[in-house]
Structures are given as C-alpha cells and as structure tokens.
C-alpha cells in the first residue's frame, strides 16, 4: 500500500482498506459477480451511462438493442436513427455520433466488435487500448474490463472519490485520475471488484455528497471526517454507528449493469 504522501497524496486513514471492505461487504452484500455484458456491448452501455442515471441508461441501451439488434447493426445505422433510440439516456446528440464512432473505431482497429482478446493482455495494455476510444477514460476503461471481462480494474467514480477522500485513503488535493492509480496499487486485485461495489454503495446511500449520514456508517468510528459532518447543525450522525454484519438476503444491485425492465423507476 502505498504511503509516501509526496509521491501519492495519501492521508493516514483511521481504518484500513481491508477493514472497510469487510465492513461493508457485511453491511451491503452479497455482490453477484456473473451477471455481465460482453465487451463491446459494456462499452456502449458505459458511453449511455456517461453524465446520468443507471435507470436512464439502461431503458437507452434497451432501446438501442430492441431497434438495431446487434452493435454491428448499430455501426451501420444513420446517427439520426441511433440518437432517437437512445434519448432517455440524456444527451442523445452526443452520445449517438460518439457510439458510432466508437463502434466503427474497433471495427477498423480490430477486424470485429469481440473485445474479449482484452482479457488476455497485461492490464495496462487493455487499459490503453480501450483508452485510445473517443470517450473513453480511466473509469470507463476501468468498468469495461472489470464488469465485463473480470479483470482487476479499478474505476473511480464519483461517489468511490468521495469515500476515498473522507476516510483519508487519497488527500484532499488528488485528481480523480491520479486516484485511479493511487487506489489500483492499493488494493489487491482479488478485491477490486468487492471494493468498487461496496464503496459506490457505500457512497450512493450512506456517504452521501451534501448529507452524509454518519449515524448508519459501518466506518464511522474509523473516519477522519466524521466529526467535521456530525458538527453541522441539521447533519445526521451524532448517534453511535448503526454497524450491520449480516448480509442482505439478495444480491445488492450492480452498479453500470444494465437493469431489468421492472428494476427501472
């Protein structure tokens, strides 16, 4: 784990990585790791994801495969026909052309839209191969090949940045891409996958951006950030921690995974 604060930013945490993990793989678990898309299938859906909802994402990549039925067919579509497919997703107008684009890209680059030789290429080479992508950074590059292919790949998003920085795991002043780094050489990859789904959870309902509730945090008596939050007047959190052990009875949700028709609001 990496600790020179020049070199990576770092803070000294009041809880570990592992310790956060398990804490809240307990609270929010278990993870399903098998439901995925094929490669060049989640790089679409990442692009749709881009700047919106997993809900709204999804009904546009229904509505994508529902009109064209195969990427192949999306790469020959006129953009015009493509963008009406996918206007729930929210910007429509740019993510059509850069779909295509993108699609026709990996065709020219690789003969075929089947991505799986990724998975057979150190991880830093599939990373700048995907990376080379109209759109395409280090957190797409990231989902694409852990969601898709399995691979330990680390992709911070907003709501994992967040986490990060309030349990002083990167400082204040890291880029969310030099946390990609950061956090990739940190945590080992047989938990990469476990770390990117509780802590977006984590993020999404508890370490929320404007009201974190600290009252319900299984890392609370760990943060270093708690007793900043609990100190604002109308701020959750005063009371002891809430900690869950036991794991849910379903598998929690993915987060960047299409979701089926009657999960959609």
Same mark, same amino acid.
């Given at each position: 784990m990496p600790t020179d604060l020049h070199l990576t930013g770092r803070l000294e945490p009041g809880v570990s990585i592992d310790d956060a993990i398990r804490l809240m793989s307990a609270r929010y678990g278990p993870f399903d790791e098998k439901p995925r898309l094929e490669p060049a299938r989640e790089v679409v859906f990442t692009i749709?994801?881009?700047?919106?909802?997993?809900? &709204?994402?999804?009904?546009?990549?229904?509505?994508?495969?529902?009109?064209? !039925?195969?990427?192949?067919?999306?790469?020959?579509?006129?953009v015009a026909q493509i963008e009406k497919a996918i206007i729930p997703g929210g910007l429509a107008r740019v993510k059509a052309p850069r779909i295509k684009q993108v699609l026709n890209l990996v065709l020219e680059l690789n003969g075929s839209l089947d991505l799986s030789f990724l998975q057979e290429m150190p991880l830093d080479e599939a990373k700048a191969w995907l990376r080379q992508l109209p759109g395409i950074g280090p957190k797409s590059a990231g989902i694409i090949l852990c969601f898709s292919l399995g691979m330990p790949a680390m992709a911070i998003d907003t709501?994992?940045?967040?986490?990060?920085?309030?349990? !002083?795991?990167?400082?204040?002043?890291?880029?969310?891409?030099?946390?990609?780094?950061?956090?990739?050489?940190?945590?080992?990859?047989?938990?990469?996958?476990?770390?990117?789904?509780?802590?977006?959870?984590?993020?999404?309902?508890?370490?929320?951006?404007?009201?974190?509730?600290?009252?319900?945090?299984?890392?609370?008596?760990?943060?270093?950030?708690?007793?900043?939050?609990?100190?604002?007047?109308?701020?959750? !959190?005063?009371?002891?921690?809430?900690?869950?052990?036991?794991?849910?009875?379903?598998?929690?949700?993915?987060?960047?995974?299409?979701?089926?028709? !009657? &999960?959609?609001?």
């Open positions: 749709l994801s881009q700047h919106t909802s997993d809900a &709204n994402s999804s009904r546009a990549f229904r509505r994508l495969m529902d009109r064209f !039925g195969t990427l192949e067919a999306v790469a020959l579509a006129d709501h994992i940045y967040r986490v990060c920085q309030r349990l !002083g795991l990167i400082g204040s002043k890291v880029t969310a891409d030099k946390a990609h780094d950061i956090m990739e050489a940190a945590v080992v990859p047989e938990q990469v996958f476990e770390f990117h789904v509780s802590f977006i959870t984590h993020g999404r309902q508890v370490c929320k951006a404007q009201r974190p509730c600290c009252g319900e945090c299984v890392v609370a008596d760990g943060c270093p950030s708690r007793d900043q939050f609990v100190a604002q007047e109308g701020v959750p !959190g005063s009371e002891a921690p809430v900690i869950a052990d036991r794991r849910a009875a379903t598998p929690t949700q993915l987060p960047h995974f299409p979701q089926a028709e !009657g &999960n959609t609001p």
